[in-house]
């Protein structure tokens, strides 16, 4: 049997295995689940080649699966992340009922992703791609919280994209009479014109919602956040990703046979640009620590939407680059949370003060990625938001730029307070005992948030595979041409050629941290929040004076009239429309017998009247 | 002769019957109605058996029978319901 | 032979009509239930069997089936009446009196088992 | 205004049905080349039945029959079942007045001879108007005569569910006889007889004589129950 | 040679007439020999549908006049598809209601009188090649429908069975002015003789008959305006007859009202007309279900509103939408029973059913719960199971025949189908538990019938193409008209006797 | 005797207008009337309008009842001529037939509508149908 | 009912056994040899179940005197029905005749409950009488035209032309 198989063979047994082995022990049931995960990325990557196929047929349809290096390069994101964050969740879940239940959907939904991504059938695609929403659908309500609210909304606009993306897929059928996605990709340009404009802006409405884009990432909030932690990072991380492969796809092989005159790119890079801006304007209002990471998973999602709708070799590469890089920094910093949730017990900075000593790791892993998400040197995300810029600029997108620089900076404002909300500031006696996470926690941030650090040096390490999978898609071999284009890297791409800049930057920046840090230590007293003597009035109870209260209220006002309506509020307004007209049509049914015998001579008066034009 | 007086009986009969009918129209009582409905059930039953003899068939004789079983036992059902037996 | 059977037959057929057109005009024309009944029952009875006798008399083959359905007549059409009548009386239509309540002479006996009916 | 509606609507629906009515050439031959020459030939002339209805009802069409039958079956079972009051036995009548002395005796002597009209009516099903239902219908109003005479008259409830049984039994194995006998269901494998006596036809009077006990049986349940039936 | 067609009404009217009398024997068989009686109409169904597959369409006569002059019996691959699935279902729904609800002897011998009958009903009006004889099982059905709706006292269920009969009484005039108009043209009951000469018909009986055989089909088949009764029925009877009604019963509805279309007229402009009132159909029920708080209610929105879809695919009138019909009314005969089974003992001991009575019930009915929500996510036509399979070959049956705003309609409509019905699993799986609700754990048979149903789903999502080859030829069966005459006239110039 | 009862062409449609008439007053009730008792009579009354249009789609001008009784064959050898030459003074026995059924069929129905008027008068205490919508939306 | 003895029990059998079959020859007006076989065992069949219904009666219903008492009694109805539905014709055609409608009883000597019942039907179809109700020995009459209201003379005046005839038969 071929290995295609047996991997997804393995994954599903391993789901079922996990699943039933719960009602018999958590240990065996957590074994399978991390045998699973370990023996499906070993296999993976060991026994699957760049280049495999198998085809079959089911319901008299050709279905063909695969591997190609675009595909390999993003299972090496949901492979990776899967991997740390199924360690991550054996300690993490460890006492929560229904694990089993969480496990099976947790495998399962890695499972889908990697279908999605050896999918070489529009059919296959599309299944994987349901699958994957119900499964991690699974998760999202696995909390119980709010299920009727984030659930639904999650599941709604998902089936909203996925729906779109299936009338796409009939349209494509309907036309060439096959499933395969490089035939559909090979026939594009014969199809009519308002094929060739609908077909990616149906397919592009459901990659849209697992990317959260603008304006159909209503449910993204509450769905990050409702999940547990440790699925969250694979959820922010890899989960979304699925939108962007779906994007790059789309982009590279439809969108780029249109007219110019189009303005599809023009519009899908500014709603990037837009969602960037309005996710970090959102996620610097938070005081869920959850919540902001999830506006800012929107944001950051955001540049990269950008990056890919730009589409230059340079952009493609650095949306590509910070797909793998978001995964990184957005995993290990979903797991710092996942972890102070479950030492503290609580995610909001206007309760939890002054851990950096309490968990000193966890601290750590959570400065580099933090590092990495604002784009600050050495670490990788300076290179990809480098990469982004250029090729913005390259392009002669002025104005986007600036939108992207303005959140980009905007971003160091969310990124200052979760680190100083959580880890810095006084210690609260509440917070004594807080001791560092378990091992098993901390070690996955670690790996991830050393991850980013690795690539801020050597991002060659995922350009090459990107740029390999940019081949596959049609783009020229970067290799040779493209660095030259860049003054950041070397001749191969394989190191940072401005390395004594971005040193010098970084070494600054870490001589401030330690002097004020150090200065701090010393000169600081540690009292409570309560404790505010000088002030001679005693604060009531329930006050709570953290300064995280109101930390960027200035901010906040400035920008208020862009925060003040949601767009989850037009959404509401527009289920409630629905609803009433819902509820008003079922009137229809008023219960008297009388009046439905009524309706039937209606039905058939109406048809003799129109008898002649209906059977004419 | 014998055409002339089937056409006279049938015409008085059909007369008879147009006058029950009147009164089952009229009522005014639920009871004077059935007084109608017995009525005009023994002049159809002698009407079937004319008819049988106009049209020669025998077996159209059975039907008049019948008629008249059901039509007397329908209205002794109806007195019984008017009595509230029912 | 035939002749005279068939000279009958014609005559009862006649009788018959003119019967059974006097007892659908009977209950048109009379004043109250009762009268009706009276009327209606009578008439219909004569005049069905007479003009089931008279088809009998007309051919003769039927004459057998003509009897059950006269016995029937005369045997149904009364009972009939009877059980409307008493239906009428109980439904508390009740006659017209010309002479006065001590015309009614059911009426007591009436109320009496009526209030016994009630209570069993 | 629901009236008006409604008038309206029924008024359009009659139109068009009228309209396409008028368009039958009535009380003429019309078909094209329909069943029933075939019916009318066929009947007196292989299957030895006068009552060319009763040959389609029980024969041609005797499908639509055990169908029909089994409505009846459905609508008595059905009515006893909405009826129907849980562990509690049916309540006895409870009449205001007892039925007249004249209707009693009168009642009394009619019931044996209306009971036995209505087997000469099934009996004779193949060579007169009458049949099974006709039969069944009268032998049931027989027994309405005798549920209204008398208010503590009892119809054992066994007695009738076992002629039903039995009849239906009956009519169902008789159509896999013929089925069983090389034939097709309901296929006739008995002499067809003289036509117009008695014994002719076929299967066909047997089955009719099973629907009109059956009909007999079920109709009766059905009175039995609806009377019987005070809160 | 196992038996023939006629057997699937035969056996079970002897059943039917035989159990009041085996009851007073032995009381336990009046359980029994339904199921034993739908066990072997199984077996031969199956048998039968080899045969056909082998050998082609099974053409049956009774009481030996060969069609026209006869009744008979087609067995084709579309109507064994359908007998066969009915059969299968009825079979099920007997294995649940074994035991379902305590009702005593006299109650039982009713209800498995009545379900059994239904069942023969139905699966007379697919199998008959004779308008009337369709009439008569259309009937069977109706009668005994009304009086299961009606079979629960103490609720309103006597009002829905009323408003059903109501309507039904309709549904039956229509249905025999449309057999009036068709004798007196034609002078012939046979549905192969009448598609033969329909021709010669004058137009305007043709049109009529047709719309009177819509308006009395189509409340068999529940087509909005006409599905006032739908609702209040589904929800009002017994947990497994709504299953029968949506498994077993709406299914004989529509094919008898597809027959009419497809096989007995030609009309154009027939299937334009199928795809508006079922889009109607599923926009109206689908809106309604997703303000019902009573759980067999919204069930009862939602099988409108698939039929509405099943008509909808009709419509498409090519072999792919005849194709996606046929997969679409077996997928949901076997979901839409599932979920009304799994339903029923999640609000076994309420007497409002109310979908909020179902909170937290996960806990306590682990099983039950579980196959609700498999049977959600099926019908709402999430991959891998069942119910995508059929949405995608509706779908991409219309867009083969560029119905685009078919396919975005039908999509929204899910969207909204998905909406209700999570928020019902939602409601069973994370909501806590209601106090005043006391959960009753299934019995053994019933747990048996909906894991059948349940591994049904299963294999018809994971391995389609069990069922694929089937539907395929029933659908090409439906289209192949001239074939159906042919088969059915050339079954014997002469009467055989 | 030579009896002719009298020509039915005058009269042609009064079947069909006298059966649309009824079925129409019967719809009339069912759909109109409140009583629950009103509807099912008004069904009852649509009923009967169908089975006479029913019957009269059969009729044959000066038609006779399809039965082959001694009488009507009188001394004839039967033969299929003369069965030929009987039968086309015969009305359609066929639509007799489906009538027979249909009555049946309508009996049953009606019984069951009544018993459901019974139980639910008993529920609601009332035969007004408009009363009667526990159940609706 | 009254217990009787199985030879009464045996000639009632007997007796509506009789009667059904005269009413099967009625009913099918032949000779047929399987028309009457058939009836033969149908009118027994019958009677098997239903002869408990002719409690009246014993064989002395076939003596002679009897019978002729029958015939005579026809007669008279006879005569009465005519005379009675010429009452009818008068009253129908002229409406305004003078009328003095009431109900009067009268005791009956009748003991049989088909005497009874015979009577009250005679007295229904005969002139201006229509008998209403039967409690225990006491016939209520509608009477268009009262008389008198004493009992005796009531009787005298409606029942006893038909009673006198009916106590020899019953
Ligand atoms: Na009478
Ligand atoms: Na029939």
């Keep these: 049997m071929n290995m295609i198989y047996i991997v997804f063979i393995v994954l599903l047994g391993g789901a079922l295995l996990t699943f039933f082995a719960n009602r018999i022990s958590g240990l065996l049931r957590d074994t399978f689940f991390l045998l699973t995960i370990l023996a499906t990325t070993v296999l993976f990557f060991t026994k699957i080649h760049i280049g495999d196929t198998v085809s079959f047929t089911l319901a008299g349809l050709n279905l063909k699966w695969g591997l190609d290096a675009f595909g390999w390069y993003f299972s090496l994101i949901v492979l990776g992340l ?219 999602l955001g540049y990269i939407i950008t990056g890919v709708a730009v589409g230059t070799d340079l952009a493609m590469l650095s949306a590509l680059f910070l797909a793998a890089l978001h995964a990184l920094f957005k995993g290990t910093l979903f797991m710092a949370v996942g972890a102070i949730e479950r030492q503290t017990g609580t995610v909001k900075f206007t309760e939890v003060t002054g851990l950096i000593r309490k968990m000193p790791w966890t601290f750590i892993a959570s400065l580099l990625a933090i590092i990495a998400l604002a784009g600050i040197p050495p670490l990788g995300g300076f290179v990809g938001k480098w990469m982004l810029y250029e090729s913005l600029i390259n392009s002669n997108h002025y104005i986007l730029v600036i939108a992207i620089f303005f959140a980009s900076t905007a971003a160091f404002l969310y990124c200052y307070k979760f680190l100083f909300g959580f880890f ?193 | 002769m014998v055409n002339m007086i089937i056409y006279i009986t049938l015409g008085f009969m059909i007369t008879g019957i147009f006058f029950a009918v009147l009164r089952f129209i009229k009522g005014p009582t639920a009871a004077d109605r059935t007084v109608a409905l017995d009525t005009l059930t023994t002049i159809a039953m002698a009407l079937l058996v004319l008819l049988a003899f106009v049209f020669k068939r025998f077996i159209y004789v059975d039907v008049a029978l019948v008629y008249g079983v059901l039509g007397f036992i329908g209205v002794l059902v109806i007195a019984r319901y008017l009595e509230g037996a029912l | 032979m035939r002749d005279i059977l068939e000279i009958i037959g014609l005559i009862l057929l006649l009788i018959g009509g003119i019967f059974l057109f006097l007892g659908g005009l009977g209950i048109f024309r009379m004043p109250d239930t009762y009268n009706r009944l009276q009327a209606g029952t009578k008439a219909t009875t004569l005049g069905g069997m007479s003009v089931i006798l008279g088809v009998g008399f007309l051919e003769p083959g039927w004459i057998i089936k003509a009897m059950v359905l006269v016995i029937f007549i005369a045997f149904s059409n009364p009972i009939s009446s009877h059980a409307l009548a008493r239906a009428n009386y109980k439904r508390k239509n009740y006659p017209y009196l010309k002479g006065g309540a001590e015309y009614d002479q059911y009426r007591e006996v009436y109320v009496n088992q009526e209030n016994k009916e009630e209570n069993k | 205004m629901k009236k008006i509606l409604v008038l309206s609507l029924l008024a359009v629906f009659g139109v068009y049905l009228l309209e396409v009515l008028f368009k039958i050439d009535f009380g003429h031959q019309f078909f094209l080349h329909g069943v029933k020459d075939f019916y009318l030939t066929t009947s007196p002339d292989k299957m030895g039945v006068a009552n060319v209805v009763t040959a389609i009802v029980v024969n041609f069409r005797g499908f639509d029959t055990l169908g029909e039958v ?162 | ?370 196959l609700f929500a498999l049977g959600a996510i099926a019908i709402v036509g999430m991959p891998p199971f069942a119910g995508f399979w059929s949405k995608w070959s509706i779908l991409s049956a219309a867009a083969h025949s560029n119905m685009i705003l078919v396919i975005v309609l039908i999509l929204s409509v899910s969207i909204i189908e998905l909406v209700y019905y999570f928020r019902v699993v939602n409601r069973i799986y994370f909501f806590p538990k209601q106090k005043e609700v006391e959960p009753k754990r299934p019995t053994i048979n019933a747990l048996i019938a909906m894991s059948i149903l349940g591994i049904l789903i299963l294999v018809i999502g994971f391995y389609p193409d069990s069922v694929t080859g089937y539907l395929h030829s029933a659908s090409q069966s439906l289209l192949e008209k001239g074939k159906y005459i042919q088969d059915v006239l050339s079954t014997g110039q002469l009467f055989i006797q | 005797m030579e009896f002719k009862l009298f020509d039915l062409s005058i009269v042609e449609y009064a079947f069909f207008i006298t059966a649309v008439l009824i079925i129409l007053i019967g719809l009339y009730g069912a759909l109109v009337k409140k009583t629950l008792i009103k509807i099912v009579i008004g069904l009852s009354v649509l009923d009967a309008g169908i089975n006479l249009l029913l019957i009269s789609v059969g009729y044959v001008k000066s038609g006779t009842a399809p039965i082959f009784s001694p009488a009507l064959i009188k001394d004839m050898p039967l033969t299929l001529e003369n069965i030929k030459k009987l039968s086309e003074g015969m009305v359609d026995p066929v639509p007799q037939a489906l009538v027979l059924t249909a009555i049946v069929i309508g009996f049953g129905v009606t019984a069951v509508a009544l018993s459901l008027v019974i139980r639910l008068y008993r529920h609601h205490h009332t035969l007004n149908i408009d009363e009667i919508k526990n159940l609706k939306w | 009912m009254e217990s009787l003895t199985f030879s009464q029990k045996l000639t009632q059998f007997f007796l509506s056994w009789l009667v059904l079959f005269i009413a099967w020859l009625g009913f099918t007006s032949t000779l047929a040899i399987q028309e009457v076989i058939t009836g033969l065992l149908v009118s027994l069949l019958i009677a098997l179940f239903t002869s408990r219904f002719f409690v009246c009666c014993d064989v002395s219903i076939f003596a002679p005197a009897k019978l002729f008492y029958v015939f005579y009694y026809l007669f008279v109805f006879l005569i009465e029905l005519i005379k009675s539905n010429l009452d009818v014709a008068r009253r129908v055609i002229s409406p305004t005749l003078p009328i003095n409608p009431g109900i009067v009883k009268f005791k009956t000597n009748l003991t049989s409950e088909y005497g009874r019942m015979v009577l009250a039907n005679s007295i229904t179809l005969t002139p201006g009488t229509l008998s209403v109700d039967i409690i225990d020995d006491t016939f209520y009459i509608h009477w268009i035209d009262v008389k008198t209201l004493d009992p005796v003379e009531t009787h005298r005046e409606i029942a006893e032309k038909f009673e006198k005839i009916l106590l020899k038969i019953f």
């Excluded at chain 1, 941030?445 to 999978?469: C, E, H, Q, R």
């Excluded at chain 5, 089909?217 to 087509?223: F, N, R, S, V, Y």
């Design chain 5, 1 to 370: 040679m196992v038996g023939t067609p006629v057997l699937f009404i035969a056996i079970p009217l002897l059943a039917a007439f035989l159990i009041p009398l085996l009851g007073f024997v032995w009381k336990e068989s009046v359980r029994i020999l339904p199921g034993l009686v739908l066990l072997y109409l199984l077996y031969l169904a199956v048998n039968l549908m080899g045969q056909v597959a082998h050998s082609g369409t099974i053409v049956e006569v009774i009481a030996g006049w060969a069609p026209p002059w006869g009744i008979n019996l087609v067995f084709s691959p579309l109507t064994g598809l359908l007998t066969t699935l009915m059969i299968l279902m009825g079979f099920i729904i007997w294995i649940y209601s074994y035991r379902f609800k305590n009702i005593d002897f006299r109650e039982a011998v009713k209800y498995f009188i009545l379900l059994l009958m239904m069942i023969t009903g139905s699966v007379g009006i697919v199998l008959t090649g004779d308008i009337f004889n369709q009439f008569v099982f259309i009937e069977i059905t109706s009668i005994s429908a009304y009086a299961l709706t009606a079979f629960y006292k103490g609720r309103d269920s006597a009002e829905a069975s009323f408003k059903y009969l109501i309507i039904g009484s309709l549904s039956s005039m229509f249905l025999l002015l449309a057999i009036v108009l068709i004798y007196s043209q034609l002078g012939t009951l046979n549905m192969a003789d009448i598609a033969d000469k329909a021709h010669l018909m004058k137009p305007g009986f043709k049109i009529l008959a047709l719309i009177f055989f819509i308006t009395g089909l189509g409340i068999e088949a529940e087509i909005f305006p006409l599905n006032g009764w739908t609702p209040d029925a589904y929800a009002q009877a017994p947990g497994p007859v709504g299953a029968a009604f949506s498994g077993i019963v709406v299914k004989a509805g529509v094919y008898a009202m597809i027959r009419v279309i497809f096989t007995l007229f030609d009309v154009s402009g027939t299937h334009q007309f199928l795809i508006i009132i079922g889009m109607i159909t599923l926009i109206i029920a689908e809106m309604a279900a997703v303000k019902q708080d009573r759980l067999k209610r919204m069930l009862a929105y939602s099988s409108i509103g698939q039929m509405g879809l099943v008509i909808v695919a009709f419509g498409i009138g090519t072999e792919e939408g005849v194709f996606a019909a046929l997969f679409l009314m077996l997928n949901h005969a076997i979901i839409k029973s599932l979920l009304f089974l799994s339903g029923s003992y999640l609000v076994y001991n309420s007497t409002e059913k109310y979908i909020h009575e179902t909170d937290g019930l996960a806990k306590h009915l682990p099983i039950t719960s579980f």
């Design chain 1, 424 to 616: 810095l500031g006084q210690e609260e006696k509440e917070w004594e005992n807080v001791k560092e996470a378990p091992a098993l926690m901390v070690l996955p941030m670690l790996i991830l948030a050393a991850g980013t650090l690795v690539l801020g040096t050597f991002p060659g390490i995922l350009l090459k595979p990107a740029d390999a999978a940019m081949q596959t898609l049609g783009y020229a071999s970067t290799e040779g041409h493209l660095w030259s284009m860049s003054i950041l890297f070397n001749e191969w791409g394989d190191q940072v050629l401005l390395r004594p800049l971005v040193y010098a930057i970084a070494g600054t920046f870490l001589f401030f941290l330690i002097i004020l840090t150090v200065k701090g230590w010393k000169n600081t007293r540690y009292v409570s929040t309560k404790d505010i003597s000088s002030s001679g009035e005693v604060p009531l109870e329930y006050e709570n004076l953290t300064f995280s209260v109101n930390f960027y209220q200035p901010f906040l006002r400035a920008v208020g009239p862009v925060m003040k309506k949601r767009m989850i509020y037009y959404y509401r307004e527009f289920g409630s429309g629905m609803e009433a007209l819902f509820d008003y049509s079922r009137r229809i049914y008023n219960g008297n017998g009388q009046t439905y015998a009524i309706y039937v001579m209606i039905f058939l008066v109406i048809i003799l009247l129109f008898k002649n034009s209906i059977f004419g």
């Design chain 4, 70 to 231: 089994t409505v009846l079956f459905l609508a008595t079972t059905a009515m006893s079942s909405i009826l129907y009051k849980g562990r509690h036995q049916l309540g006895e009548r409870a009449v205001l007045f007892s039925s007249s002395r004249i209707v009693m005796t009168g009642s009394k002597l009619l019931f044996p001879a209306i009971i036995l009209l209505g087997a000469y009516v099934f009996i004779h099903g193949h060579l007169t108007p009458g049949g099974g239902f006709q039969g069944g219908v009268i032998i049931a109003t027989g027994f309405l005569l005798m549920l209204l005479s008398y208010e503590d008259y009892k119809v054992s409830h066994v007695a009738l569910s076992l002629v039903e049984s039995l009849a239906g039994i009956t009519f169902a194995s008789v159509g896999l006889l013929g089925f069983l006998n090389g034939g097709t269901f309901l296929q006739n494998f008995l002499p067809t007889g003289g036509l117009n006596n008695l014994i002719s036809g076929g299967v066909i009077p047997i089955i009719y004589i099973a629907v009109g006990f059956k009909v007999g049986a079920e109709l009766t349940g059905l009175i039995y129950t609806a009377l019987n039936e005070k809160d």
């Design chain 1, 82 to 300: 899967g991997t740390m964050a199924a360690f991550y969740a054996l300690s993490y879940m460890k006492g929560k009922d229904r694990l089993g239940y969480f496990y099976f959907s947790f495998l399962i939904s890695i499972l889908s992703m990697l279908g999605i991504l050896m999918s070489h059938d529009l059919v296959s695609f599309f299944i994987f791609w349901e699958v994957m929403t119900w499964s991690s659908y699974l998760i999202v309500i696995y909390s119980g919280r709010n299920v009727q609210k984030n659930g639904i909304n999650y599941i709604l606009l998902s089936a909203l994209g996925a729906y779109a993306m299936l009338t796409a897929i009939v349209m494509v059928y309907a036309n060439i009479h096959t499933l395969s996605i490089s035939e559909m990709i090979n026939t594009y340009p014969q199809f009519s014109h308002v094929q060739q404009v609908w077909l990616p802006v149906l397919f592009l409405m459901a990659f849209s919602v697992k990317a959260a884009m603008m304006p159909l990432h209503v449910w993204a909030p509450g769905a990050y956040s409702d999940a547990p932690m440790a699925y969250t990072s694979v959820f922010s991380g890899a989960l979304s990703k699925m939108g962007i492969y779906g994007m790059v796809i789309v982009f590279v092989s439809m969108i780029s046979y249109l007219p110019d005159d189009t303005l599809f790119k023009e519009t899908f890079a500014w709603l990037g640009a837009i969602t960037a801006i309005l996710g970090t304007l959102w996620a610097i209002a938070q005081d869920d620590a959850r919540k902001l990471l999830a506006y800012s998973s929107i944001a950051q």
